[in-house]
């Protein structure tokens, strides 16, 4: 079985996709994830290990991207696809 790892998995719903596919699942998220169906460790995807999986997914969020960001020009949200891609892009 290959072993995959969900970077940004919050509740698991790409990893219950993964896990009917057949992949092992391990979940990383920032926040505690109490009701992940899977393997689940807290700590930032930004900087999690890569090594030891066959492959990784990553859902970073997208609020800060969408035209309804504009609908609250207080909040800040964080810009993660191109960090993720770009670590991602250099792995082995």
């Known amino acids: 079985m290959y072993r995959i790892l969900d970077l940004f998995c919050v509740a698991g719903g790409a990893a219950m996709g993964l896990h009917r596919a057949g992949f092992e699942v391990v979940g990383v998220d920032i926040k505690p994830q109490p009701h992940y169906p899977f393997e689940f460790h807290e700590g ?3 900087t999690w290990p890569l090594e030891g999986y066959d492959a990784c997914w990553a859902s970073p969020p997208c609020q800060g991207y969408s035209a309804l960001a504009a609908m609250h020009p207080d909040r ?3 810009l993660l696809i191109d960090g993720i891609r770009d670590r991602l892009q250099d792995t082995d």
């Open 76 to 78: 800040e949200w964080e």
């Open 44 to 46: 930032d995807a930004m």
